[in-house]
């Protein structure tokens, strides 16, 4: 099983700042089954990013994806107030899927 | 736009079977792949397994002995069963679809998650 490290667990930053969250891979993943997912308290998860790095549909270029191998970023380059939320990577290159722990971005 | 909504028993006994349909509105299950993802506070969010419209499955092995997913293209639903439930089945389900491209895959459209208690 692929394990996905997430890190920081918690990220607390000002609006207008920029966020970087780091996903590592246990073993080697391919960039095209990396996706990178956003939630908020009561909510499902949300896609953002697939292929590591393609931004999905109506999500602001603000959020960027990228990395490969076992080290996956994901940057978000200016915090609007409805980015704190809990983001999560995952994984589809091995059996059985994974997700990692999330990073939840709070309000410093 | 399409819609995915869970809808099932909240509250399921111990060694009893979890039943849970995913009802797809707004467009057709055809073409697509559909799967099922848990998420509870002890093990985070853990993927179930996924049924294509054709009905090939593939499912996570650490549960494939207790899950069946199966499909019902005339009705634009999807189901999930898990037998021998125990507490640690106890979590939010969540139904979605997955959708395959060149660049990747993803899923793409949640449903909004269903409470399921296992006591």
């Known amino acids: 099983e692929i394990v996905l490290t997430q890190s920081p667990g918690t990220l607390s930053l000002s609006p207008g700042e920029r966020a970087a969250l780091s996903c590592r891979a246990s073993?080697?993943?391919?960039?095209?089954?990396l996706a990178w997912y956003q939630q908020k308290p009561g909510q499902a998860p949300r896609l953002l990013i697939y292929g590591a790095s393609t931004r999905a549909t109506d999500i602001p270029d603000r959020f960027s994806g990228s990395g490969s191998g076992t080290d996956f970023t994901l940057t978000i380059s200016g915090l609007e107030p409805e980015d704190f939320a809990v983001y999560y990577c995952q994984q589809y290159g091995g059996s059985p899927w994974t997700f990692g722990q999330g990073t939840k971005v709070e309000v410093k | 736009q399409v819609q995915l909504q869970e809808s099932g028993p909240g509250l399921v006994k111990p060694s009893e079977t979890l039943s849970l349909t995913c009802t797809v509105s707004?467009?057709?299950?055809?073409?697509?792949?559909w799967t099922w993802i848990r998420q509870s506070p002890g093990k985070g969010l853990e993927w179930i397994g996924y049924?294509?419209?054709?009905?090939?499955?593939n499912y996570n092995p650490s549960l494939k002995s207790r899950v069946t997913i199966s499909v019902d293209t005339s009705k634009n639903q999807f189901s999930l069963k898990l037998n021998s439930v125990t507490a640690a089945d106890t979590a939010v389900y969540y139904c979605a679809r997955l959708v395959v491209t060149a660049i990747g895959r993803a899923f793409d459209v949640w449903g909004h998650g269903t409470m399921v208690t296992v006591s």
């Open positions: 073993q080697s993943v391919s960039s095209s089954y």
């Open positions: 049924i294509y419209y054709s009905g090939n499955t």
């Open positions: 707004g467009g057709s299950i055809s073409n697509y792949y």
